[in-house]
């Protein structure tokens, strides 16, 4: 139950169950001490306070695991499936959502990008894992306020890439920053 090896809900399950077991030993040390007539009183008294000893034990234990357990972080997955149904059923009650960002791959308009812009470069880029990630991070502006690139690994933006690409590699004390997904559980 202290185990971090464990998920916190084994673990929870494991100190409910030392808890029930802290109890019937409790209860079965009284049972077995008053109702045993034939054996002496200190043998009885040694039964009583070994099983009374153990079983307050075990519930100091369960307990105490159970209070960590409260600053345990709960983790909570969501499958991509889930937020779709989720942004179909907001969409057939309140209609369609007027600044949700289109599929990262639908943008591919091509982008004519000056010389004079072209000719500076960035002090840091951003390198996303996914194009939707690289995507939120430009519709919200986070390459103007922070003076960096954003890109992502496989392309994103597809118009300026390139364009983008060349104007990094005049930067010889570039700083690259990455933002990737460094969850054990991934769904597809």
């Known amino acids: 139950m202290f185990s971090a090896k464990n998920y916190p809900k084994t673990r929870n ?3 409910r169950a030392s808890q029930v077991s802290g109890v019937l030993i409790i209860a079965g040390g009284i049972f077995f001490s008053l109702t045993l007539s034939n ?3 200190a043998v009885a008294f040694l039964i009583f306070s070994i099983s009374i000893g153990l079983g307050l034990l075990l519930l100091y234990l369960a307990n105490k695991a159970l209070n960590r357990l409260l600053y ?3 983790s909570l997955y969501i499958r991509p499936s889930e937020v779709d149904n989720w942004v179909n059923s907001w969409t057939q009650w309140n209609g369609p959502i ?3 960002l289109p599929t ?3 943008e591919n308009a ?3 990008v000056s010389s004079e812009i072209a000719a500076y470069s960035f002090d840091r880029v951003v390198v996303c894992e996914h194009a939707e990630i690289a995507q939120m991070l430009i519709a919200n502006n986070f390459h103007f306020e922070n003076n960096c690139a954003v890109l992502s690994i496989t392309g994103y933006p597809q118009s300026i890439f390139s364009t983008v690409l060349e104007m990094l590699r005049r930067n010889q004390e570039l700083k690259v920053y990455t933002l990737h997904d460094a969850s054990a559980v991934r769904f597809v």
Do not use: R
Request: hydrophobic share 40%; no cysteine.
């Open 39 to 41: 054996i002496p009183p």
């Open 13 to 15: 399950t494991y100190a």
């Open 110 to 112: 091509s982008v004519a």
């Open 104 to 106: 990262a791959n639908e």
């Open 98 to 100: 007027s600044k949700m």
């Open 72 to 74: 345990i972080p709960k």
